[in-house]
């Protein structure tokens, strides 16, 4: 990992007033959450922040034309695609953190009754570690596509598998006699359904209400293979002469 690409990553991003406006924005809510003992909808705010800053992991590079010149430096591309990765998730985990601290911070100091601060605490553990997959899903669409379409590919690719699922069951409850064929085939081989929800739970797996080890297992597991697979994909990639 190279410690510049790193530092000067994790700088750019707590650095934007955009970043700074979204994390105060978390931190708000979440104080507010902890004051009143409420449910951390916090954690859902920062996960756009996790999406939002993973969407330049690599893209901006390859449409401002700047890659060919971070190339002759003597960073290897995976190098260069790890340290990116890890300046911005730990970015995100600052704000995450700074915004858990102060949802604790509520729920102990001006909460009066019963807290639930273990739950909170556990959660923020799972949206951690989810970041982390989100982060290295990211990097392996930004890997392949032009500035910003990273994320695109990932809402695209979430909402199609969710929207999959569910069409495909309700066929099997019998749902319009024109995919009889289709009800057929679902009820005969079940395990199709099956295999598509156990792909988009292992792409974009759901934070759990309590996290297990088996949970922590897949998802640092299943990073890793993505992250591979970017690294792959953006050592064979063209560096372009100028911007896209």
């Known amino acids: 990992m190279s410690r510049v690409v790193f530092a000067e990553t994790f ?3 707590v650095s934007s007033p955009l970043f700074l406006a979204f994390a105060g924005l978390v931190v708000l809510v979440a104080s507010i959450a902890g004051a009143m003992n409420a449910d951390p909808v916090w954690q859902s705010l920062a996960s756009l922040l996790v999406i939002g800053v993973g969407a330049q992991l690599i893209g901006p590079e390859f449409s401002s034309g700047t890659l060919q010149l971070i190339m002759a430096k003597p960073v290897n591309r995976s190098t260069y695609l790890l340290s990116r990765f890890a300046g911005v998730l730990v970015a995100a985990w600052a704000a995450m953190s700074v915004a ?24 923020a553990g799972g949206e951690a570690l989810h970041a982390v997959m989100a982060c290295a899903l990211l990097a392996l669409f930004g890997s392949i596509s032009r500035s910003y379409f990273n994320v695109v590919i990932y809402f695209v690719l979430n909402i199609a598998l969710s929207l999959t699922i569910g069409g495909l069951k309700a066929v099997t409850g019998g749902i319009g006699q024109a995919f009889e064929w ?29 996290i297990d080890v088996r949970w922590v297992a897949l998802v640092i597991s299943n990073a890793a293979i993505v992250l591979f697979l970017a690294c792959l994909m953006f050592r064979r990639r063209e560096v372009p002469y100028g911007a896209d």
Not at 184 to 209: G, K, M, S
């Open 182 to 210: 289709l009800r057929h085939l679902l009820v005969t081989y079940p395990q199709i359904i099956r295999t598509i929800e156990a792909i988009h739970e292992n792409i974009f797996p759901d934070v759990p209400r309590e």
């Open 11 to 13: 700088r750019r991003n």
């Open 100 to 123: 858990l601290l102060f949802d604790l911070g509520g729920r102990a100091l001006i909460f009066t009754g019963p807290s639930e601060w273990k739950a909170t605490l556990q959660s």
